[in-house]
């Protein structure tokens, strides 16, 4: 399952081992929001060293965006599950989303460390801050924070014509997808980013809002929490025209609601799956997710003007 600041992957790990992962989940989503506080742009102007600075990533997400803006090879140690591009594997691990060895980090010797404030827990970027480390927050929360992160990446590394570069792209692609779906016909969508138990997200994640520019509504949008656990009943009465499935662990989501023949979604075989490192890692890679998902869309809205399809019709 999905929050901002911790892929997919590392949340399912964690909550697979940990029986208090459920409760730790909401109590995450609900303090997010006071977390997002952006750092002091004179911080960016602190962190650049006269030489090639030593990075630390505290995130998968921030180890993608500095391979993207051209500091990649300026990487002394990441985080688990930092598994892309290829070369992200062979950085040295200071530990995970929940825990870092402040001693290995020492050791890393850094000019900067790079934390993602929804993400890195405050008691680890206290904790490291009073080791006198330079600590940088890059805040990737929305879409349009992958590109200032790239900016401001590329700013703290000398490489930014490379990272103004790779931020271009990823606008003019998102961009692109928002003009083209625009003025489609909207459809109600239910986001499945956990089935065990039924997990979703509210409109404040940056999944409703890829889903929202392609000409979706998220049906949960209001819930409270970023990250709710809801019921099948409540999907049921929901009745989304589309369900789309983050969840890397179910082979067939198609399958997974086929018991409820009757939900629109089901009728129409609209039960897509979607990667999760594509539409819940905050990296250059959504722009890839924007179009997967766009493209999922719309082939839901031409199931949906057409005769009505068998739930085992292929997706």
């Known amino acids: 399952m999905t929050l901002p600041g911790i892929d997919a992957a590392a949340l399912r790990s964690h909550r ?3 029986p208090l992962f459920g409760v730790a989940l ?5 303090v997010l929001p006071a977390l997002f506080v952006p750092q002091a742009a004179a911080d960016d102007a602190k962190a650049i060293a006269p030489h090639r600075p030593r990075l630390i990533s505290l995130a998968p997400n921030l180890t993608e965006i500095a391979y993207a803006a051209g500091a990649g090879s300026m990487l002394v140690g990441t985080v688990e599950f930092s598994d892309y591009p290829e070369a992200a594997q062979a950085v040295p691990r200071v530990g995970d989303a929940w825990r870092v060895d402040p001693e290995r980090v020492l050791e890393l010797r850094p000019d900067v460390v790079l934390v993602w404030p929804t993400g890195t827990p405050e008691t680890t970027i206290s904790r490291l801050r009073s080791l006198g480390l330079n600590i940088v927050e890059v805040p990737t929360q929305s879409l349009a924070d992958v590109p200032r992160a790239l900016r401001q990446v590329g700013r703290l590394a000398g490489t930014l014509p490379m990272a103004e570069r790779a931020a271009q792209d990823f606008e003019t692609r998102v961009a692109q997808q928002r003009a083209r ?4 016909p909207p459809l109600s969508v239910f986001i499945q980013i956990d089935d065990e138990p039924i997990y979703t997200v ?3 994640h940056v999944i409703s809002e890829i889903v929202m520019l392609c000409g ?7 819930l409270p929490q ?3 656990p809801i019921s099948a009943e409540a999907v049921l009465a929901a009745d989304p025209q ?10 067939n989501p198609l399958g997974l609601w086929s018991q409820w023949p009757r939900m629109k979604a ?3 075989a609209n039960v897509f799956k979607l990667s999760s490192d594509l539409v819940t890692r905050a990296s250059p890679r959504l722009a890839q997710g924007v179009e997967v998902t766009c493209s999922a869309l719309e082939r839901a809205r031409s199931r949906l003007s057409s005769a009505p399809q068998s739930p085992n019709a292929a997706r």
């Open 266 to 268: 089901v009728r129409s």
């Open 202 to 204: 509210n409109g404040q």
């Open 16 to 18: 697979r081992s940990s």
């Open 242 to 251: 589309v369900i789309l499935s983050t969840d890397d662990t179910i082979a």
């Open 216 to 222: 979706g509504r998220n049906v949960f949008a209001d």
């Open 181 to 184: 779906y625009a003025q489609r």
């Open 26 to 30: 909401l109590l995450a989503a609900a």
């Open 226 to 228: 970023l990250a709710p």
